[in-house]
């Protein structure tokens, strides 16, 4: 081959060469960016928006649709969803795949600002960029401070001494807290019903007051100047002075018929450390920073500016991705430290020659140099992905040196001289090396078509396989011949019979093949009938999908949820109760509380000594027997020991109907008719639900409607807009609040009633609406006041909306899919109304779990392909593939015998393993056609070939193997990716590997010719 005989030619030069690579390769290390996750940019983003006190049909009319037709106007779009929720409201935007996601959202956030002012006040607005779930990872770095002051204070604090020195940092781009409490201003009117002053006096005064009006533009002279009138107003003492008009003419102070204060404003989140106030510091990075070199920077600063606190604020480290790097750069030297020595011991059983096992792990080291390389080249960074990859190729890498060294081994056994014993070997071995190594590489080619979410995150995965293999080819074929040539040039003594250091059991091994040569056909039944049985065992005995498994937590997790509408100090006082518990039990490390408005969080972390003692379990069992105390809240207790969950009702449902339409109400009638036509077709219906929703389970929802008489408004003179504006005061105060300017600092002004906190339905029906001319009625006498369950999610997609039909039926599964069916078919829908798929609503790695059969098959294509070319023959190929499906047999015994599932994650190691498992068996069958080219007999070559082959296969087989092996055990992983993965491939792998051995040659035997065993 040119390249080993040039290396040999000019060692010299290939020796820079090396030393030139190892040298490019620590400066590329040394500045390839680091972290946990890979920097992908996935074309999708979200739109989260959040407004309080608004019921899902709300949400969806006055924010979802309007976020909805602006994403449709993006350029590059593709597909729009939505759901609608209490509250909230999501808008999911999906571009195409090469579309220019930082300008997108720049473009996005500018359109967002222009339709803000139409929204609803007080809306949040959030843009997150995607991340699928299995891969969403912690924050780049995160701190707490915390202490027994206000959470203002601790936000002045922050920006003072953290804030301006953190982003001065090269790499930092936003920090952000959360947490934080503003200060609002009250205006609590005392009972409206002797009240000198109405409420929409006082509204009004107290909206004019600060104003700044331009009145007019005047010339002076030779300048134009303008006319502002400006109210200014210095302190919260000048506008309890502000006056207001009554009833009878007569005028009042603000602070006599009103009480004016300064109240905390509601936040989204409450956190707490040690039930102390705390805010949240969140730092986040550029995309090319380096992980590890920036959080260090950070943490010196924060362990700088830390001692220039207040005495009683201290800060604590939430979130550290660097952690996280660390832990997977720790599992990497394990697990390749264990790989390497396994493969040291296997290379020095064989070869009996430690000279020999070190120059071929020393070619580990330069394909992993020339890795590195390319992947700075290309900017691939380094995450748990590409870390991964490298871990799970050295005995791939490790694989083609193997090979080559043990040609050019078993030729200087015969006698020749070092240089030709090189050149000759390299020569022989060269094409089935390439060939095994594009094999194993092309499998990846269909990635290219996955639709999956998950694509963008495994591109570093296979990245970095790709460059190990190609890595390892161009050192197989230089560094192997050279340093064999030059450093390894000892006379080997073998004797004929003696040749690989077993003969024994070699002789008793060809003897074995020999006779499975002689019974052929008995041994092919035998092999069916073994992949039969091992189809069977994998179809009823091995699991398959996901497989819930209770996490080994050393700390007690509370998670409360309250119903929907709740308001976050309402939930803050249960999970303050939650706290005064805990607190009686002294013995924990920390308690950490998050807050949020329907929902509540507590972590108690445990000093290590505690974990194995009887405290954390006496404490969990104590919040079990409190959170039973309140009613109307789920709550959930986990860790040391089974979870406990409990509260909150819900409907889980045995049966789902989708209904898809474009208009709204009208799909909501026709689900309507559809489930009275259920209900009249079948007795075995229960209950039958037209407003559930996509989860497991879901609480009802209802709203009380008002519909008023509009008749009954007109003969008692009272205008409709006062009304609502009355019913608004009445129940939230958020409806009143606007911004004022006092003291140049802009505040919000909330103005309420001082009953309205407290304010009852009954109550409500009894409220007085006053007319124009002071004549007042109650509201029950002008309007209906109705409750009525409502949906509780609104989905759409591309602007169909979706509607969820949940019923029991009292039969089994079949007779109920069956029913189903029927009714289905036998019902007239709308034109441009259709029923859905309620499969399309699980999880998305079931979708992705389709498309690998169809990977499976085409990565077998691409291999029959490259084998065709290799042999230029159609059947060789197709002997050499007959290996694939035996492999499987190794596969089913080893998930049967682990007791693991077999989920999407183990399917891709199946296609890694189509082109593995094949490198073996070419290398044999390239043999087997090469010694009869030499002249031998069929049944010679082929026991010749397994003779001259068992040593290399066995090799490789075993440090492939074993290099896998460590990645069986319990990492740092967040997923079971990487292990069942390596599960697959091992299970695979064990199997062909006897199979190359036992099988492959009867299989050669068969279809080569009909030539007798002599």
Not at 831 to 852: A, C, H, I, M, P
Not at 906 to 924: D, P, R
Not at 948 to 965: H, K
């Amino acid at each position: 081959m040119f390249l080993a005989k040039l290396a040999l030619e000019r060692p010299i030069t290939f020796l820079m060469i090396y030393l030139t690579i190892v040298v490019i390769s620590v400066y590329a290390l040394l500045n390839i960016p680091l972290s946990l996750m890979p920097e992908t940019d996935y074309p999708k983003l979200d739109i989260v928006c959040s407004r309080h006190d608004l019921s899902p049909e709300e949400m969806e009319l006055n924010i979802t649709s309007r976020i909805e037709e602006l994403g449709n106007t993006i350029p590059g779009i593709i597909k729009v969803s939505s759901g609608s929720h209490t509250n909230y409201c999501y808008v999911s935007l999906e571009f195409n795949r090469d579309a220019d996601m930082d300008y997108i959202r720049f473009e996005v956030n500018e359109r967002l600002q222009l339709i803000k002012d139409d929204l609803p006040e007080n809306t949040y607005i959030r843009l997150n960029a995607y991340q699928p779930d299995e891969f969403k990872e912690t924050n780049f770095l995160s701190y707490g401070i915390f202490g027994a002051y206000e959470t203002k204070e601790l936000e002045e604090e922050a920006r003072k001494h953290f804030i301006p020195k953190i982003t001065a940092l090269e790499g930092v781009s936003d920090i952000y807290l959360e947490g934080t409490r503003e200060q609002n201003l009250s205006v609590v009117i005392k009972n409206s019903d002797i009240n000198p002053v109405s409420a929409n006096e006082i509204y009004r005064a107290v909206m004019q007051c600060g104003e700044r009006v331009s009145v007019n533009n005047f010339r002076d002279k030779e300048q134009v100047a303008v006319i502002m009138i400006k109210d200014v107003y210095d302190s919260v003492e000048d506008l309890k002075n502000l006056k207001v008009r009554g009833k009878d003419g007569k005028y009042f102070l603000l602070s006599e018929v009103a009480e004016v204060k300064t109240v905390p404003a509601p936040v989204s989140r409450i956190f707490r450390y040690n039930g102390e106030p705390m805010i949240r510091m969140t730092i986040k990075k550029d995309e090319l920073a380096n992980v590890l070199k920036l959080s260090k920077k950070i943490k010196k600063i924060i362990a700088r500016q830390k001692n220039l606190l207040p005495r009683k604020i201290k800060v604590i480290k939430i979130d550290d991705e660097s952690e996280g790097i660390n832990k997977e750069l720790k599992t990497l030297y394990q697990r390749s430290f264990f790989s390497v020595f396994i493969i040291f011991i296997v290379l020095f059983i064989f070869l009996r020659h430690s000279g020999s096992a070190i120059l071929i792990l020393s070619s580990i080291f330069f394909s992993a140099s020339l890795t590195f390389i390319f992947m700075y080249y290309f900017k691939t960074g380094l995450n748990m992905f590409s870390l991964a990859g490298l871990a799970l190729g050295f005995g791939m890498t490790v694989d083609n040196s193997i090979v080559v060294y043990e040609n050019i081994f078993r030729n200087r056994g015969r006698g020749l001289s070092a240089k030709e014993a090189s050149l000759t070997g390299i020569n022989e071995i060269a094409l089935p090396v390439f060939a095994s190594t594009l094999t194993t590489i092309i499998v990846f080619l269909p990635f290219i078509f996955y639709a999956g979410d998950l694509k963008l995150y495994f591109v570093p995965f296979i990245y970095s396989i790709v460059l190990s293999l190609l890595s390892s080819l161009f050192v197989a074929f230089t560094f192997i011949p050279l340093v064999s040539y030059k450093f390894l040039n000892f006379k080997i003594k073998i004797r004929k019979e003696d040749e690989f250091h077993f003969n024994p059991n070699l002789n008793f091994f060809q003897k074995i093949v020999k006779l499975q040569i002689r019974f052929r056909w008995a041994w092919v039944v035998a092999v069916m009938l073994f992949l039969g049985y091992s189809i069977w065992i994998f179809i009823e005995k091995v699991d398959r999908g996901f497989t819930f498994k209770y996490p080994d937590d050393h700390f007690i997790a509370v998670n409360l949820t309250l119903p929907a509408g709740s308001e976050i100090d309402q939930t803050d006082k249960i999970a303050r109760r939650f706290e005064d518990k805990i607190k009686q039990n002294p013995d924990y490390k920390s308690m950490k509380t998050s807050v949020g408005e329907t929902w509540a969080s507590i972590r108690v972390d445990w000093d290590e000594e505690l974990f194995d003692s009887y405290k954390p379990i006496i404490l969990r069992e104590k919040l079990k027997a409190f959170a039973v105390n309140f009613g109307g809240v789920s709550a959930s207790i986990s860790g040391f020991g089974p979870s406990f969950g409990g509260g909150l009702g819900g409907v889980s449902a045995s049966h789902k109907i989708i209904l898809k339409g474009y208009e709204f109400e009208q799909l909501k009638q026709s689900a309507n008719d559809f489930a009275a036509y259920l209900k009249r077709s079948s007795r075995r219906i229960r209950n039958l639900n037209t407003n559930a929703s996509l989860r497991w389970y879901s609480q009802k929802l209802y709203n009380y409607v008002v519909r008023f008489d509009r008749e009954k408004l007109k003969q008692a003179r009272i205008d409709i807009y006062g009304v609502i504006s009355s019913i608004k005061r009445k129940m939230n105060p958020d409806f009143t609040a606007f911004d004022k300017k006092i003291s140049d600092e802009e505040i919000k002004i909330k103005i309420s009633e001082s009953d309205f906190d407290d304010y009852s339905i009954g109550e409500l029906r009894n409220l007085i609406i006053y007319s124009n001319e002071g004549n007042g009625v109650k509201l029950s006498e002008v309007a209906s006041i109705t409750k009525e369950e409502v949906i509780s999610g609104i989905f759409r997609e591309e602007d169909l909306y979706t509607r969820i039909i949940s019923f029991d039926f009292r039969g089994s599964v079949k007779k109920a899919r069956k029913f189903i069916d029927k009714m289905k078919k036998s019902y007239p829908l709308p034109v441009g109304y259709y029923f859905g798929n309620e499969s399309e609503y699980w999880r998305n790695t079931e979708n992705d779990e389709k498309q690998l059969p169809v990977f499976l098959g085409f990565a077998v294509i691409l291999v029959y392909m490259v084998l065709a070319s290799l042999f230029e023959s159609f059947k060789y190929p197709f002997i050499i593939l007959l290996i694939l499906p035996l492999s499987f047999i190794g596969v089913s015994f080893i998930y049967f015998f682990t007791g693991e599932s077999f989920t999407g994650y183990a399917s891709f190691g199946l296609i890694l393993l189509s082109g593995i498992v094949v490198n073996n068996s070419i290398i044999m069958v390239f043999r087997m056609n090469r010694l009869r080219e030499e002249g031998l007999k069929l049944d010679e070559a082929v026991l010749q070939a397994t003779r001259d082959r068992f040593r290399p296969v066995a090799i490789t087989s075993l440090t492939t193997i074993l290099g896998l092996l460590p990645m069986l055990f319990k990492g740092s992983d967040k997923i079971d990716f990487w292990r069942l993965l390596a599960l697959s491939t091992i299970g695979g792998m064990l199997a062909s590997s006897f199979f190359v051995m036992t099988f492959l040659p009867i299989l050669y035997r068969i279809l080569s010719g009909k030539e007798q065993l002599n």
